[in-house]
């Protein structure tokens, strides 16, 4: 085929223990999952059904550093459990969903928060504080053959060597099987799709210069440098 511009690279991620990369469809994100973190952005996790927002798949990056963005006073980091796709469908069942699994990664959900603070008071759309460039560095995905499907496990957050972040997998208010069936009847899901599955309470802001490590049990850690 020949195209009238040069085609885009196909977004990938590595994969742990292979020379085989993960090629990414889409990115979903869940958004307030973690019950403490939607009362820390003034919400009642009892009262709101799940919702989703999406990056764009060239957001990734994982070269260990994140540039710090434009137009921005306020980034701050989420630490999050990816879980990566190798197939989908629609009106996918929760008993059904977890063999759509290919494996599992440490993601962050780096957020232009004064921005989407923003546009959520004008009701628009939040792409300007979530997708941008590098707003997604991620580690090699783990494959599910090789750890299971996790329900429970810390997943943490330091930067600068400080604890930020603390939580378990198993405070998630919906859990994956569930979040897979749910969006599976907001769109078609496909091999290659990321979840990025919400964040434990403690976001906060990044500058220049400060180091992230992440960590979810069973997937080792992500060490991330502000640039």
Not at 18 to 27: A, G, M, N, T
Not at 100 to 108: E, N, P, Q, S, W
Not at 195 to 203: E, F, N, R
Request: glycine share 12%; aromatic share 8%; net charge negative.
């Amino acid at each position: 085929m020949t195209y009238a511009i040069p085609a885009p690279a196909i977004p990938t991620l590595p994969i742990k223990g292979s020379e085989l990369r993960f090629p990414v469809h889409r990115i979903y994100c869940v958004g307030r999952n973690y019950a403490d973190h939607a009362r820390e952005m003034g919400h009642d996790p009892t009262k709101e059904p799940p919702f989703f927002f999406q990056k764009n798949p060239d957001n990734l990056t994982t070269d260990g550093e994140f540039p710090f963005p434009p137009l921005s006073n306020d980034v701050q980091y989420e630490i999050e459990l990816v879980v990566a796709l190798k197939s989908g469908g629609s009106d996918i069942r929760p008993e059904d969903a977890l063999g759509h699994v290919f494996g599992y990664a440490i993601g962050l959900d780096m957020t232009r928060r004064d921005l989407q603070g923003a546009a959520k008071k004008l009701g628009r759309p939040w792409e300007v504080g979530k997708a941008f460039e590098k707003s997604a560095p991620c580690s090699a995905i783990v494959r599910a053959e090789e750890i299971g499907h996790p329900v429970s496990g810390a997943i943490w957050l330091n930067v600068n060597g400080t604890r930020k972040q603390t939580g378990d997998l198993s405070q998630f208010i919906w859990d994956i099987p569930h979040q897979i069936a749910i969006l599976s009847t907001l769109f078609l899901l496909a091999p290659g799709d990321l979840i990025m599955t919400g964040t434990p309470a403690g976001v906060g802001p990044v500058g220049k210069g400060d180091r992230l490590l992440g960590h979810v049990e069973g997937l080792g850690k992500l060490d991330v440098l502000v640039v």
